[in-house]
């Protein structure tokens, strides 16, 4: 029982570089998240998606694109990576938005020089 | 939007009760109150879930006044293991794009 899964686990990024960070699901949930959390801090929504095909924007979008293709994974995408972006990144997934229980992966850690 | 206020942080020893409270003044007719757990390292981890009333599972208690304006999250018996950062989550239908955590409040068990 994965539950979900972020691929990498960690990652070291000149700037200006690009990558993406992929998440997998196997609850087969319709609401997909990604956060981002910078030391003390709680985790900032970047972008959301409420289901295949489907997505939006959260709290901090800017600088991050991302793309729900298949219904169980969910993509996050740097195209020109900053400084800024060092952080680490959290996917979540949950049934109904409604009752906002969301299920979390064990996150990556990005540090872009 | 429901916007949380928690304590920063709270300490205690093991063995006691702890009771961390979280105002919501704002909260919405739909909007559900969720509490989770995060350890260093890790990804939150959902703990307990309300609406009003008080709610009870094998691993906490939350209290939930009449008026929604605040909840507490009680966890019996504390041991060292449970420290961690708690963040008190409200939110609804149509919210998503407005969820945020916060700073959580940071509990420290000790001996």
């Known amino acids: 029982n994965a539950g979900v899964t972020q691929t990498p686990k960690f990652r070291v990024l000149k700037t200006g570089q690009s990558m993406t960070l992929l998440c997998a699901q196997d609850?087969?949930?319709?609401?997909m998240y990604w956060y981002r959390q910078d030391p003390g801090m709680g985790l900032r929504l970047i972008h959301y998606s409420v289901g295949e095909g489907t997505t939006a924007k959260g709290e901090v979008p800017d600088g991050y694109n991302v793309s729900r293709l298949k219904k169980q994974n969910f993509l996050l995408g740097l195209e020109s990576a900053a400084p800024s972006q060092t952080s680490v990144y959290f996917c979540a997934s949950s049934y109904t938005q409604g009752k906002n229980i969301q299920y979390f992966g064990a996150g990556t850690r990005l540090s872009v020089l | 939007l429901a916007k949380t206020t928690q304590p920063i942080s709270m300490d205690s020893y093991e063995g006691q009760e702890v009771n961390i409270t979280c105002s919501h003044n704002n909260i919405a007719t739909n909007d559900y109150i969720t509490w989770y757990q995060q350890f260093p390292s890790q990804g939150p981890r959902f703990i307990i879930q309300g609406y009003k009333t008080k709610v009870t599972n094998e691993v906490a208690s939350l209290f939930i006044p009449a008026d929604r304006k605040s909840s507490t999250l009680s966890l019996p018996r504390v041991s060292l293991s449970d420290t961690a950062v708690y963040y008190c989550?409200?939110?609804?239908?149509?919210?998503?794009?407005?969820?945020?955590f916060g700073t959580g409040t940071r509990l420290q068990v000790t001996l």
């Open positions: 609850m087969n949930h319709e609401y």
């Open positions: 989550l409200v939110g609804g239908t149509g919210t998503a794009s407005k969820l945020t």
